[in-house]
């Protein structure tokens, strides 16, 4: 089992920054990968990012390359996911997910673990 602590959200202007973070707990990460996904009212479950992390490997949805970069502190079991330049279509509740595995470009469905996600709302 695979425990995940989401926390950093919050309301922002648009232009505005924010740094969520995704605590891990329970079993060790080597062998995992860690994504961020973000679901807006009425929309599916979508993907933001993602890290392998043993490997580093990361993925990124095109809507959010070059503003969002997505890091891990092993130390801290943590991975993090900064939000720079955040649009108002940024807006949803951003959760993270683990999986077995170094493939980075899985989707939701193929995560077993989340956490209770946290909201992100960027005012016009």
Same mark, same amino acid.
């Given at each position: #089992?695979?425990?995940?602590? %989401?926390?950093?959200?919050?309301?922002?202007p648009?232009?505005?920054?924010?740094?969520?973070?995704?605590?891990?707990?329970?079993? &060790?990460?080597?062998?995992?990968?860690?994504?961020?996904?973000? #679901? $807006?009212?009425?929309? %599916?479950? %979508?993907?933001?990012a $993602?890290?392998?992390?043993? $490997?580093?490997? &990361?993925? @990124? +949805?095109?809507? =959010?390359? /070059?503003?969002?970069?997505?890091?891990?502190?092993?130390?801290?079991?943590? =991975?993090?996911?900064?939000?720079?330049?955040?649009?108002?279509?940024? &807006? *949803?509740?951003? @959760?993270? *997910? *683990?999986?077995?595995g170094?493939?980075?470009? @899985?989707? *939701?469905r193929? @995560? +077993?673990?989340? /956490? #209770?996600?946290? #909201?992100? &709302?960027?005012?016009?």
């Amino acid at each position: #089992q695979v425990q995940l602590v %989401e926390s950093g959200g919050g309301l922002v202007p648009a232009g505005g920054s924010l740094r969520l973070s995704c605590a891990a707990s329970g079993r &060790t990460l080597s062998s995992y990968t860690i994504g961020w996904f973000r #679901q $807006a009212p009425g929309k %599916e479950r %979508e993907s933001v990012a $993602a890290v392998s992390w043993s $490997a580093g490997n &990361t993925y @990124y +949805a095109d809507s =959010v390359k /070059g503003r969002f970069t997505i890091s891990r502190d092993n130390a801290k079991n943590t =991975v993090f996911l900064q939000m720079n330049s955040l649009k108002p279509e940024d &807006t *949803a509740v951003y @959760y993270c *997910a *683990a999986r077995s595995g170094i493939n980075v470009g @899985y989707g *939701a469905r193929n @995560y +077993a673990y989340w /956490g #209770q996600g946290t #909201q992100v &709302t960027v005012s016009a």
